[in-house]
């Protein structure tokens, strides 16, 4: 007969790499991610803008609350594999319903997006209560602390979309309110799991924004701007994840190991980890865009999404440098001024969009060779 001890979720004392089968969770949400840029393609404006932002917020923090699960669990375990593509399966209906929550039927969404938190919140429980009295106190006081924001977004569903959009906005403050109520409290996290499931999720969002590039450009002429666009835009790509793993990752890491703090351990990857993934929609949002018309005139609003992208994801990471040790990153800053002026002024002049990512990619690529040359912070190399 098998016992109940051998049944029920445990934690791992070990620190161990991400599994297969949260990788095969995490494609499922960078899937969500792909819809939220469709959903901003599709209506580039500020209204437009302000939605991508909320779903791509509700993406995120349900997949970052099975980060915090999965960090201390034994992922091998067969119940937790189990639970986890039951969650998997759930997520993908959220996913697909993503383009529709605001012009067709909201709860095709909001259904599987609460029964993925429920599910999330069930493991956490079990996980927590594996381990000690403290980490199962931290879960109940996160759950309840997170209800205010699921009773909002409930309420938002019930109204038209104007109103859902800012009931829902508020949604994510109540979010964020709800990780600063848990600050101090007592959890098991593998610093080397957590950071590794961050860097997996980044990844996989530029690898979907090369996989965007090559549809959007499927029906494109073979002219000089068009191979200049799709040149540009896979340059850019390449540039982003120089910018995050060419040392970027691993010194985050070493700084979040160093600091021994569960509150910076939040900070720094459950919230302004947000930005740096909302600037991969912006920047994919801005190729497809200029992708589509190579040869015409850069657009205001796709000079707003490259400008907003851009400024998420290096300013984001500029950002967790210094939280993370004072550090200033000043070519990148720099850099990142260069993009946000080209841009303005691509705007101004009826630059080509091809013209105007082609120089946001030459910034972008100055980037990893002036940091190439420069020393970095020291263990990295």
Not at 259 to 264: L, N, R
């Amino acid at each position: 007969m098998v016992s109940v001890a051998a049944v029920r979720p445990r934690t791992s004392d070990e620190p161990q790499g991400a599994t297969f089968i949260e990788l095969f969770f995490d494609l499922v949400f960078v899937y969500a991610l792909t819809q939220v840029t469709s959903l901003l393609v599709d209506d580039l404006t500020w209204s437009g803008a302000a939605r991508a932002v909320v779903m791509a917020w509700l993406v995120w923090w349900a997949w970052t609350q099975f980060t915090w699960t999965l960090s201390p669990a034994d992922t091998t375990h067969p119940v937790i594999e189990v639970v986890v593509l039951a969650a998997t399966a759930v997520a993908f209906f959220m996913a697909r319903s993503v383009t529709e929550t605001f012009e067709g039927n909201p709860w095709l969404f909001l259904v599987p997006y609460l029964l993925i938190r429920s599910i999330g919140m069930r493991l956490y429980g079990w996980v927590g209560g594996d381990a000690d009295r403290q980490m199962a106190q931290s879960m109940g006081l996160f759950a309840l602390a997170s209800v205010p924001a699921m009773l909002a977004l409930v309420a938002g569903a019930a109204l038209d979309p104007g109103a859902r959009s800012v009931l829902w906005a508020v949604a994510i403050l109540l979010d964020l309110a709800a990780g600063v109520a848990v600050r101090g409290v007592t959890w098991r996290v593998h610093v080397s799991h957590f950071a590794e499931r961050h860097g997996l999720f980044v990844i996989i969002a530029l690898g979907e924004s090369l996989i965007a590039i090559g549809v959007a450009s499927a029906a494109l002429d073979a002219t000089v701007s068009s191979f200049m666009v799709k040149g540009a835009g896979v340059a850019i790509v390449c540039g982003m994840w120089w910018i995050y793993f060419g040392w970027f990752k691993l010194w985050l890491e070493d700084r979040a190991e160093a600091s021994g703090s569960i509150d910076f351990i939040r900070n720094a990857y459950s919230f302004v980890h947000f930005p740096v993934v909302m600037g991969v929609v912006g920047v994919a949002a801005a190729l497809e865009a200029a992708i589509a018309h190579p040869g015409e005139a850069f657009s205001t609003p796709a000079a707003a999404s490259l400008v907003l992208g851009t400024t998420g994801y290096v300013g984001g990471v500029a950002l967790l440098a210094w939280m993370a040790g004072r550090l200033i990153l000043g070519a990148r800053l720099t850099l990142l001024a260069t993009i946000v002026v080209f841009s303005l002024a691509a705007v101004a002049m009826k630059v080509s969009g091809a013209l105007t990512i082609s120089l946001a990619a030459v910034a972008l690529g100055l980037i990893g060779v002036i940091e190439y040359y420069r020393p970095v912070p020291s263990g990295i190399k």
